[in-house]
Structures are given as structure tokens and as C-alpha cells.
């Protein structure tokens, strides 16, 4: 652990300032902050908008014993599972990345968990993938989910082709990630023999209106487990986990179109990722697009107006 973010009200903010003055620490200057002392291996900033930043090999000692007992009043650190013991429950979490990202694959992935995996999933430090902006840390954090004893996983990369295929099937994202969704969780059905205890739900972001949307899509081994669907899902472990595999896939494919094409294939959808699509239709044409790309998104045509009469 080697940062740790809290919101502090000034009284606390007070209380703490008063600690770290009679420590060795150094004050020092940093921007937007009432204050920031350092020491070797830590550093501990307040800022205007009241939020605390502990960053270096220090951040948990520092947390454990010094700013819950006395600045919080209240240990937390380490004891989050116990405050929500829904999270120790068996269950499956799933979860999806390239959603958004023009390039690319569409990646949805799962994983089951019980309290011995998810102890160990926290342990690790798995989190939202989207608050992880490092690759490497993403690829990291997916080892060790799969490395995990007893955590059940499975990946169903949707590539560009069959994406589009779907697309112009379906004529709805929420149809395919509803599709996507279901085969992961009939995958990792096929592997209930493994599971100790069974799962008792399955658990995704709520990405469509109507709850039914993956019922639908499940066959009848599926349709036997309860779906809870719901608003950030991300902070189930379970999901986390599953967002941090699903990621991991999606990055790796990336990576190998760019190599396939050669040509850097930005993540997102932005005025880079235009630039990209158009030099990619000027090296490639039309028909290798639907390889690498989403069809169906604005940029498509974006970048063909962009471009111009356009052969191939």
C-alpha cells in the first residue's frame, strides 16, 4: 500500500497538523494545498478541498496507527470485508471493458469468489479497473486474480468482426454486452463442480434499462441464478475483479492489432483516436477497418468525412 486518500474536516485537519508537527517531518510547499509534511518514505498532504493525501512505503502504518485511531476515531483499514459481509458471500461478479473504445475488442469477463478468494482478491489491492490508469499495474493485478487459489475466471473476447457482425444484427450494444454477459456466466457455470459453495447470485452493472435484458440471454442453468444488477457495481469485489480481467484481455488485443496493423491504436474515442482512424483508412481502406474498429461508433464517419472519397 503506498497511497491512501480521506476526507477530513478541519477540526481533523487540525488534529493531525498538531501530530506531524511534533514528528520529524518536513513541511514543505505544495500547490492547492493548507498544507504538506514529508519524511523519508511518506508524505502526507491536506488539501483546500478537505482531501487527505498519505502517498509512500509508509501509507499504512501511518493510516493503522495514527490517522484512524487518532484523527478518524474509527479503524477501517483491513477491516473493510468485515463492514460488508455481502462481499465474503459466494457469489460471481462480471463486468466488461472496450465498451467506449473505438479500437479494439469488446472484452466481457467473470470471476467466482467466495471468503477465501475475496480476502485474497483485497489483499492483492484489486479495485475498479477504471481507477487504475497503469497497463502494467492492470496485467499485474490480472496475474494475481487468476493465480488466486479457487478463483474461477472466464474471458469472452468479442472481436472487431464478430462485433460489427453483431451489431448489424442486433442493432444494440446493450443486446451483445447482454450476450457477452451470459456467456461468461453459462462459462463459468460449466465449472460449478469447483465451487465451494456454490455461487448464490451473479452480480453486473446495471448497463440496461430492463433488468431482463441478460435474463434473456441465459440458458436454463442461468436462468436458476439469481441477477443483481445494479449502479457501480464496481465496488463488489467480485465485479472488480472481473473489470481488472476483462481490461487486462482488452489491452493485450489492442496491443496486438497495433502490431497487426502497424499503427498506434489509441484507447477512447478523441481527436487522437480520429487521427488514428484516418491514417488507418489511408494505409488499410474501409473493409480492414472493421477489423480493428467499432463500426457503429460517430467516428467511423467522422474520419470518413475527415478523409474524403475514400477507395477500398
Same mark, same amino acid.
Request: proline share 5%.
Given at each position: 500500500?503506498?497511497?491512501?486518500?480521506?476526507?477530513?474536516?478541519?477540526?481533523?485537519?487540525?488534529?493531525?497538523?498538531?501530530?506531524?508537527?511534533?514528528?520529524?517531518?518536513?513541511?514543505?510547499?505544495?500547490?492547492?494545498?493548507?498544507?504538506?509534511?514529508?519524511?523519508?518514505?511518506?508524505?502526507?498532504?491536506?488539501?483546500?478541498?478537505?482531501?487527505?493525501?498519505?502517498?509512500?512505503?509508509?501509507?499504512?502504518?501511518?493510516?493503522?496507527?495514527?490517522?484512524?485511531?487518532?484523527?478518524?476515531?474509527?479503524?477501517?483499514?483491513?477491516?473493510?470485508?468485515?463492514?460488508?459481509?455481502?462481499?465474503?458471500?459466494?457469489?460471481?461478479?462480471?463486468?466488461?471493458?472496450?465498451?467506449?473504445?473505438?479500437?479494439?475488442?469488446?472484452?466481457?469477463?467473470?470471476?467466482?469468489?467466495?471468503?477465501?478468494?475475496?480476502?485474497?482478491?483485497?489483499?492483492?489491492?484489486?479495485?475498479?479497473?477504471?481507477?487504475?490508469?497503469?497497463?502494467?499495474?492492470?496485467?499485474?493485478?490480472?496475474?494475481?486474480?487468476?493465480?488466486?487459489?479457487?478463483?474461477?475466471?472466464?474471458?469472452?473476447?468479442?472481436?472487431?468482426?464478430?462485433?460489427?457482425?453483431?451489431?448489424?444484427?442486433?442493432?444494440?450494444?446493450?443486446?451483445?454486452?447482454?450476450?457477452?454477459?451470459?456467456?461468461?456466466?453459462?462459462?463459468? #457455470?460449466? &465449472?460449478? !463442480?469447483?465451487? *465451494?459453495?456454490?455461487?448464490?447470485? +451473479?452480480?453486473?452493472?446495471?448497463? =440496461? /434499462?430492463?433488468?431482463?435484458?441478460?435474463?434473456?440471454?441465459?440458458?436454463?442453468?442461468?436462468?436458476?441464478?439469481? #441477477?443483481? &444488477?445494479? !449502479?457501480?457495481? *464496481?465496488?463488489?469485489?467480485?465485479? +472488480?475483479?472481473?473489470?481488472?480481467? =476483462? /481490461?487486462?484481455?482488452?489491452?493485450?488485443?489492442?496491443?496486438?492489432?497495433?502490431?497487426?496493423?502497424?499503427?498506434? #491504436?489509441?484507447?477512447?474515442?478523441?481527436?487522437?483516436?480520429?487521427?488514428?482512424?484516418?491514417?488507418?483508412?489511408?494505409?488499410?481502406?474501409?473493409?480492414?477497418?472493421?477489423?480493428?474498429?467499432?463500426?457503429?461508433?460517430?467516428?467511423?464517419?467522422?474520419?470518413?468525412?475527415?478523409?474524403?472519397?475514400?477507395?477500398?
Amino acid at each position: 500500500m503506498t497511497s491512501h486518500t480521506a476526507k477530513l474536516t478541519p477540526e481533523q485537519a487540525e488534529t493531525l497538523r498538531g501530530i506531524l508537527t511534533k514528528r520529524e517531518f518536513d513541511a514543505s510547499d505544495v500547490p492547492h494545498a493548507v498544507y504538506s509534511f514529508k519524511r523519508p518514505g511518506l508524505s502526507v498532504t491536506w488539501y483546500e478541498s478537505g482531501k487527505l493525501l498519505a502517498q509512500g512505503k509508509g501509507t499504512r502504518e501511518f493510516v493503522e496507527f495514527t490517522l484512524e485511531p487518532k484523527v478518524l476515531g474509527q479503524a477501517i483499514l483491513g477491516y473493510e470485508l468485515e463492514m460488508q459481509p455481502e462481499q465474503l458471500e459466494p457469489r460471481l461478479g462480471v463486468d466488461e471493458s472496450g465498451k467506449g473504445d473505438f479500437f479494439g475488442p469488446l472484452v466481457v469477463a467473470g470471476v467466482y469468489v467466495n471468503e477465501p478468494i475475496s480476502r485474497a482478491l483485497h489483499e492483492l489491492g484489486v479495485k475498479d479497473s477504471k481507477a487504475i490508469s497503469s497497463d502494467k499495474k492492470i496485467a499485474n493485478l490480472a496475474k494475481g486474480i487468476r493465480e488466486s487459489p479457487g478463483c474461477i475466471h472466464s474471458v469472452v473476447p468479442i472481436g472487431n468482426a464478430t462485433y460489427n457482425r453483431l451489431h448489424q444484427k442486433m442493432r444494440n450494444v446493450n443486446k451483445i454486452l447482454a450476450w457477452g454477459h451470459a456467456r461468461v456466466i453459462e462459462n463459468l #457455470l460449466g &465449472q460449478r !463442480h469447483r465451487m *465451494e459453495p456454490p455461487p448464490l447470485r +451473479a452480480v453486473s452493472d446495471q448497463f =440496461a /434499462r430492463n433488468k431482463a435484458t441478460v435474463k434473456s440471454a441465459l440458458m436454463e442453468e442461468g436462468r436458476q441464478l439469481e #441477477l443483481v &444488477q445494479m !449502479h457501480k457495481a *464496481e465496488s463488489d469485489i467480485a465485479v +472488480a475483479a472481473a473489470s481488472i480481467l =476483462a /481490461r487486462a484481455a482488452f489491452v493485450e488485443r489492442l496491443a496486438a492489432l497495433a502490431r497487426e496493423f502497424g499503427l498506434e #491504436l489509441p484507447k477512447g474515442a478523441s481527436s487522437r483516436v480520429d487521427a488514428a482512424g484516418v491514417e488507418f483508412l489511408k494505409r488499410h481502406g474501409m473493409k480492414k477497418l472493421g477489423q480493428a474498429a467499432k463500426l457503429h461508433f460517430r467516428t467511423t464517419q467522422k474520419v470518413l468525412t475527415q478523409l474524403g472519397p475514400l477507395n477500398g
